[in-house]
């Protein structure tokens, strides 16, 4: 029964993690609400992976990770986004901007409840690595303008939802003994990125922020080579035409 438990315990520190950002974003932390998204990002990377480990996935288990990842990484990085960068703007413009995020998010996963994908990709950007772009966007605030940060946001939003594949690495299974280690190493990174939050953040943002354009540089690959499909389509239909005309 405890083995079985274990996995969700990861779950739930995920979620508490969530709401420990949202916190410490109104109470004016930035970076370390941004870390608690990272270290959410870990236990969420974990807790599949142990229940693997210790053979006991549930539907429990993954329903549970879905709610988790709608707090720690739909609304805490919105909510992170909007304190540090939005909220001087016009009213509407920063509370749509600021929901659409967790709403495409919540789509997200849903989607990926009801289809989980091809094997080894995700179908759109996954929302943890969304949150931790978001997150820890929202760290270079003074340096880079609000209509940036809207179309950062906007662009990420889409990503979620977009049909992009994304390289999957959850299914990366982890020894059983391995688990045991687990507790050592989120303590080990929790120590890390409270000593140095702000520049364990930026650097998450720089191998995020390569993950999320990736996805992105791919959709418009795709549609430049529909564009061109679509020419020679043409092309080879005028000079048919011409021929049988």
């Known amino acids: 029964m405890i083995q079985k438990s274990i996995p969700s315990l990861f779950t739930i520190g995920n979620l508490m993690l969530g709401m420990f950002g949202i916190?410490?974003?109104?109470?004016?932390?930035?970076?370390?609400?941004?870390?608690?998204?990272?270290?959410?990002?870990?236990?969420?990377?974990?807790?599949?992976?142990?229940?693997?480990?210790?053979?006991?996935?549930?539907?429990?288990?993954?329903?549970?990770?879905?709610?988790?990842?709608?707090v720690s990484f739909?609304?805490?990085?919105?909510?992170?986004?909007y304190v540090s960068s939005l909220h001087d703007l016009n009213s509407a413009l920063a509370w749509t901007v600021?929901?659409?995020?967790?709403?495409?998010?919540?789509?997200?996963?849903?989607?990926?409840?009801?289809?989980?994908?091809v094997p080894g990709y995700f179908i759109g950007l996954p929302i943890p690595a969304a949150g931790g772009v978001l997150a820890t966007l929202a760290?270079?605030?003074?340096?880079?303008?609000?209509?940036?940060?809207?179309?950062?946001?906007?662009?990420?939003s889409y990503l979620m939802v977009s049909t992009v594949k994304y390289p999957n690495f959850k299914k990366v299974g982890l020894?059983?003994?391995?688990?045991?280690?687990a507790p050592v190493?989120?303590?080990?990174?929790?120590?890390?990125a409270v000593v140095f939050p702000e520049q364990i953040a930026k650097l998450i943002f720089v191998l995020l922020g390569i993950y999320a354009l990736y996805g992105f540089k791919q959709n418009i690959d795709?549609?430049?080579?529909?564009?061109?499909?679509?020419?020679?389509?043409?092309?080879?239909d005028k000079v048919y035409h011409s021929k049988n005309g």
């Open 23 to 70: 916190m410490m974003a109104f109470d004016g932390k930035v970076s370390m609400a941004a870390i608690m998204v990272i270290i959410a990002m870990l236990l969420d990377g974990l807790d599949g992976r142990v229940a693997r480990a210790l053979k006991c996935e549930s539907e429990f288990g993954k329903e549970l990770d879905s709610l988790s990842d709608v």
């Open 74 to 81: 739909g609304v805490a990085p919105a909510v992170i986004m």
């Open 98 to 117: 600021t929901a659409i995020f967790p709403v495409f998010g919540a789509l997200r996963l849903a989607r990926f409840n009801v289809h989980p994908g």
């Open 139 to 156: 760290l270079f605030n003074k340096d880079v303008s609000a209509p940036f940060m809207i179309v950062a946001t906007l662009l990420l």
């Open 175 to 181: 020894p059983k003994k391995v688990v045991v280690g």
């Open 185 to 192: 190493v989120i303590i080990v990174a929790v120590a890390v």
């Open 222 to 236: 795709r549609l430049t080579a529909r564009r061109r499909h679509r020419r020679r389509r043409r092309s080879e």
